[in-house]
């Protein structure tokens, strides 16, 4: 189930809100919540559940066995807790790209939300290792934390240790952060259904388009889909969690403003970046070793974002890519790009990051080399052509606002609604945006979330 279906909105959300707020006791709306995460998991594909529960299962008892040992011992339970994790991920998402070199291939649909889970998993068996919590002894809380449906599918990553008192305080439905968490998921919902949407069927106009402007049109169009579509239900995932009373921290800042490659991934996918700055970038030794293990620490963290996204070449190497040039903005570029303009170092960041997005979103490292080529006039076959300009024309109206909201402009609009308008047109206002993207939804095909294949 996803988040932008007509059965998520009218029906599964509406039924959840409601149990969960007419059943009594805290115990027992855990357990309604946690059935109602399990059958979100498992409606399109219900075989999927039972390596959700595997992974629910082992995880539980691997955190109560951390605690009976000291020392070596300890480590290793650590540490096959964390092999059959990563065993599992590896066999679903990258067996077969291993496999590629012999020939050999295993017909094995990866399911949806593994990355996810698992390194929510990852995250709870860690914080007991390294103290950050005591093992949980209630495998309804795991079970929970692991599978709640407000993150299970796409994140965000909330670590453990963040979200463990709030899976022990849980109270009636609030109001205030009902009504907030509403708002935001509306907010992830226009991005998703009036925006994103939009930008993928321009994506899929220009597909082979072998012009400059059109391969750039191309490109752009991916690069606000994926953020438009990834923010969009980080925004729709947090606003649903509030709702039920989890407070998850912002996944997006407006990356697109950012001045320098750096500032750019301290905006993006924020809860992933978190997650291996603590559980991979800090136990190496971070930044307080020498240059030599700094250097090693930052292409290890690199290479294991592009693999955590996908088994192909072009992840691989988007991963390397990126750690190369934030090891050349703290080594050569900084100095230099302080004394840049604000606009100068935009621009760098944002051409360095579409330049990023072409090996993200092409199947194999010589398909994105040439949409590049193109991009620099090199095997094009002109500057524009008819297509170009039709698309062009045709979603000239969406590209100008998405642009536009890309930036914190957004924001301002709904300090405005909030403080100039009274609540009932504060309310309708928010009612006019959801009846349209819900018109957005009903009248297009249907798009799935990007994401759902990593």
């Not at 605690?67 to 679903?92: A, H, S």
């Not at 299970?152 to 909330?158: E, L, N, R």
């Not at 109270?171 to 935001?184: D, E, Q, S």
């Not at 950012?258 to 750019?264: C, K, L, N, R, W």
Request: hydrophobic share 55%; charged share 10%.
């Amino acid at each position: 189930m996803v988040f932008n279906s007509l059965i998520f909105i009218f029906l599964f959300l509406p039924i959840s809100v409601l149990l969960y707020q007419i059943v009594p006791g805290i115990k027992i709306k855990k357990f309604v919540l946690l059935l109602m995460s399990l059958l979100f998991y498992c409606w399109a594909n219900p075989i999927s559940l039972v390596l959700l529960l595997i992974s629910i299962l082992w995880n539980y008892f691997t955190g109560l066995e951390i605690q009976l040992y000291e020392g070596t011992k300890r480590k290793i339970v650590f540490i096959i807790g964390i092999l059959f994790n990563i065993l599992i991920l590896g066999i679903y998402k990258y067996a077969n790209f291993f496999l590629g070199f012999t020939g050999l291939h295993f017909d094995l649909s990866l399911p949806v939300g593994l990355s996810f889970f698992t390194f929510s998993a990852i995250s709870y068996i860690a914080d007991v290792y390294m103290n950050k919590v005591n093992p949980q002894k209630s495998l309804l809380m795991v079970a929970l934390y692991i599978s709640f449906f407000g993150k299970v599918s796409m994140g965000p990553i909330v670590q453990y240790h963040d979200m463990e008192e709030q899976l022990q305080s849980f109270m009636r439905l609030n109001v205030v952060t009902f009504g907030a968490g509403m708002k935001k998921f509306i907010k992830g919902l226009v991005k998703k259904a009036i925006l994103a949407d939009q930008f993928s069927m321009l994506f899929a106009a220009l597909n082979g388009n072998e012009t400059v402007l059109g391969t750039w049109l191309f490109a752009i169009a991916y690069m606000l889909q994926i953020y438009f579509d990834f923010s969009g239900y980080s925004d729709m995932a947090i606003g649903l969690s509030s709702m039920f009373g989890f407070e998850f921290a912002e996944n997006f800042d407006h990356p697109y403003i950012a001045t320098s490659v750096q500032d750019f991934w301290r905006r993006w996918h924020i809860s992933l970046s978190r997650w291996f700055r603590d559980y991979i970038y800090i136990p190496l030794g971070g930044n307080r070793v020498s240059n030599v293990l700094y250097i090693r620490n930052i292409m290890i963290v690199w290479l294991c974002t592009g693999l955590w996204h996908g088994a192909n070449w072009t992840f691989i190497v988007w991963g390397i890519y990126y750690g190369i040039l934030l090891l050349l903005e703290k080594f050569v570029l900084n100095d230099i790009l302080k004394k840049m303009p604000t606009f100068v170092r935009h621009l760098y960041t944002l051409i360095l990051v579409l330049i990023g997005w072409v090996f993200f979103m092409s199947n194999s490292l010589p398909e994105a080399l040439n949409i590049l080529s193109r991009m620099l006039g090199i095997y094009a076959t002109g500057l524009a052509n008819f297509e170009t300009f039709f698309s062009l024309k045709q979603f000239l109206f969406f590209l100008v606002f998405g642009c536009l909201f890309c930036m914190p402009i957004q924001e301002k609009i709904e300090t405005f609604i909030s403080k100039k308008l009274a609540v009932s047109m504060n309310l309708i206002v928010y009612v006019l945006f959801f009846v349209i993207a819900i018109a957005f939804v009903v009248s297009s095909t249907f798009q799935s979330f990007l994401y759902f294949a990593f």
